[in-house]
């Protein structure tokens, strides 16, 4: 059973990535912010295959966060998410290193995405819609 950290200070976010992956049969694990997350992770005794962390968080960004763990749990993969576009995240300095899906999404979406990425699948183009969930570039330049 493959173990993803959900990262996210809005507790809807988390209660409902929690369910959604628990569903589809992926043991879940949870933090309010990263601090909390490095401490999750220090305790928890196996591998955790996934971190999904909010990009925008009190205290430590999710990128700082992806940034801090990957030393202590090497081979993990990292997903974010966010509600602002990139440009926002770009100007404010957050640059992940990975896919980031914005929120909100639907629960598909979230189930298809972190199975992609932790199967190293790429997402088919699919045509742009406003109202639909899109995955952002990496914006690690």
């Given amino acids: 059973m493959r173990t993803i950290l959900v990262v996210d200070d809005d507790p809807w ?3 409902l990535a929690r369910d959604v992956l628990a569903g589809e049969g992926y043991r879940v694990l949870e933090a309010s912010d990263g601090q909390d997350a490095i401490r999750v992770a220090a305790e928890h005794p196996g591998p955790i ?3 999904l962390t909010d990009v925008v968080m009190p205290g430590m960004s999710g990128c700082e966060l992806a940034a801090g763990l990957a030393p202590l749990l090497p081979g993990m993969k990292v997903m974010f998410m966010s509600a602002y576009d990139r440009d926002f995240l770009v100007t ?5 290193t990975g896919p980031v899906i914005t929120k909100p999404f639907t629960i598909e ?3 298809r995405r972190v199975g992609m990425v932790l199967d190293n699948r790429r997402p088919a183009a699919a045509p ?5 969930p899109a995955l952002l570039p990496d914006c690690s330049d």
């Fill in 13 to 15: 976010v988390r209660v």
């Fill in 109 to 111: 979406y979230l189930a």
């Fill in 92 to 96: 404010q300095g957050l640059k992940p």
């Fill in 128 to 132: 742009a819609r406003p109202s639909s």
């Fill in 49 to 51: 295959h996934l971190l």
